[in-house]
């Protein structure tokens, strides 16, 4: 959680010092303890709403569930199911290549942009927009419907490859393309990681470059000992999310291959399997352990890149 | 809210530029004149999909296929009458059901995100830090998780069909970014505003609705555009609620498109896609602003 709280320093100032009630005398402090609850009651409903059903997944990933029959505790078969379901292996896989490929290449490009966006160029806020645009746009059904015509048979990219006498391959219907496809569409959308390095480079005090350049360092190594370290929370901050982000992606998926995850499964994304599973077979039990595999391998991974973090992401006091 | 002074920051370095300009950040004429045109470029490139998607609306469905041009040989505006018509209801039915859960999750997100952040930034009781905490928790929470049960609890009151499992939840501030981007907000207004209200005899709820929320007008702009942008293109709540075609919101009927799938259907559902996404863009135009400090400051998508 440290890097939300280092994004917003001032937030976590202002919750230690703990603002002007010291003054007051008990009454009204209590009074102000019960309108802050007061304040919080529909957020409390909302944690009710989802630490009730929390815990209820739990359960149910260890039962028999169909929705019309009562749940039947079936202790790890639902996880053993899973060790010998191919399907599950080929949704794990295709997410994995999905994030591990488009993450950092959306990420590197939304950084090299920023950088030369940060240049103090004239119509930053044109171009911001611009690139921001998409990834207000890539999760819309529209959108990825759209990218199935473009990268159809007679779609415009085999049409712009036609041009310099390239047949391009069957990129939707051809399963060793059609991720790629949608790996493309991600990369589309680096605009809001973009937006957050943008806002964290402005922070760079300028002075470190003038001293760096004084001292005769080359523009590499400005960036990668000045640049680098200091925006490094926000890097760690975009990696995070965009992982998180990207193990659970949906739509794409659904809409590129009409909800089937095909070709040969070659689309069929960890939680498009889990919606086959849970809302089309009625096998909940099966997505509830599908679940909490899933919230396992996010945790695990967000673990590897807090301790990794330790090593390569630095936080300027 | 570091953001609201960067723009100062900037004016600040400027006339120092010139001075200098072999080492300036700006860099020589040449080279800036190669960044506008890699900026340019990448920026026509990233356009060029949806500049097609809008051309291709006004073509007839034959010469859409493999015309990269931008501009109509053949004006068509048949497809959008085409498209308007083609599904179980008008099309302007499934704008207003979207319109119709758009709104209902925006009042909902600003009121319950607003009274928790007050409560978080500048209230003081016993667990608030954690359930600070807590609620920073929920934000990585992949809301898979919460599926299955959360889908029981819907069909057992009875709320299949009905809009108020992709609404009720908006009001229960389950929405744990845009109270963080509220807190954030709040903590930098002064601490004096509530003093000098409490001594004017303003209890906390006063204090909340008459001092504060006036003043945290950008941060629920940011919430309410943020909100109707993922609201109205939210595709997997409605698929997994709505059954009823009468029902279906903007991204069910053009899936819908999808499965009546012929060449000629191609322009009608292109331009019934332009009609589906011109509101965000629109909301995007207007308040750019917003989200762009939105994001910047919590590094919501």
Known sequence: MSVLTKQAPGAAAALASGGPGKLRRGTARRKNQRSGYLFLLPWFLGMLFTII???????????????????????????????????????????????????????????????????????????????????LLGGSVAIVMLWRYIFGNDGIVNGFLGLFGIAGPAWVTDPDFSLSTLIVLNVWTFGSPMVIFLAGLRQVPTMYYEAASIDGAS?????????????????????????????????????????????????????????????????????????????????????????????WVFYDN | MALLELPTKRKQDKPAK??????????????????????????????????????????????????????????????????????????????INSMIVVVFSIVGNIFSCALAAYAFARMEFTGRKLFFALMLGTLMLPGHVLLVPQYIIFSQLGWLDTYLPLIVPNFMATNAFFIFLMVQFMKALPK??????????????????????????????????????????????????????????????????????????????????????????????????????????????
């Open chain 1, 219 to 311: 523009r590499w190594r400005q960036f990668r000992s000045i640049t680098i370290p200091l925006i490094s929370p926000i890097i760690f901050f975009n990696l995070i999310m965009q992982l998180i982000g990207s193990f659970q992606t949906f739509t794409q998926g659904y809409v590129m291959s009409g909800g089937t995850g095909g070709p040969a499964d070659s689309t069929l994304f960890y939680n498009l399997y889990l919606y086959q599973k849970g809302f089309t077979e009625f096998e909940m039990g099966y997505a509830s352990a599908m679940a909490w595999l899933l919230l396992m391998i996010i945790a695990i991974f967000t673990a590897i890149n807090f301790i990794a973090s330790k090593f």
């Open chain 1, 53 to 135: 059903p929390f815990f209820a997944s739990l359960y149910l990933a260890f039962t028999d569930y169909n929705l019309f029959t009562e749940p039947n505790f079936v202790g790890l078969a639902n996880f053993q199911a899973m060790i010998e379901d191919p399907r599950l292996w080929q949704s794990l896989k295709v997410t994995f290549i999905y994030t591990f490929v488009s993450v950092p290449i959306s990420l590197a490009v939304a950084l090299l942009i920023a950088l030369v966006l940060n240049r103090g160029l004239q119509g930053l806020a044109i171009y911001r927009s611009i690139y921001y645009l998409p990834s």
């Open chain 2, 18 to 95: 010139p001075k200098d300009p072999e080492d300036a950040l700006a860099g020589t004429p040449t080279t800036r004149f190669s960044r506008h045109l890699i900026l340019c470029l990448v920026g026509l490139v990233m356009l060029y999909p949806l500049l097609w998607l809008v051309s291709s609306s006004f073509k007839p469905s034959n010469d859409i296929f493999r015309q990269l041009g931008l501009w109509p040989e053949n004006w068509d505006f048949s497809n959008y009458e085409q498209g308007w018509t083609a599904l179980n209801q008008p099309f302007h039915v499934y704008l």
């Open chain 2, 192 to 301: 004096e505003l509530d003093d000098a209200a409490q001594i004017d005899g303003c209890g906390p709820f006063r204090t909340f609705l008459r001092v504060i929320l006036p003043l945290c007008v950008p941060a629920m702009a940011t919430t309410a555009i943020f909100t109707f942008i993922s609201t109205w293109n939210e595709f997997f709540g409605p698929l997994l609620y709505i059954q009823n075609q009468d029902l279906y919101t903007v991204p069910l009927a053009l899936r819908a498109f999808m499965d009546s799938e012929g060449q000629s259907m191609w322009g009608p559902m292109f331009a019934m896609s332009v009609v589906s996404i011109a509101p965000i863009i629109g909301f995007f135009i207007a308040g750019q602003k917003y989200l762009i400090n939105g994001i910047a400051t919590t590094g919501l998508k």
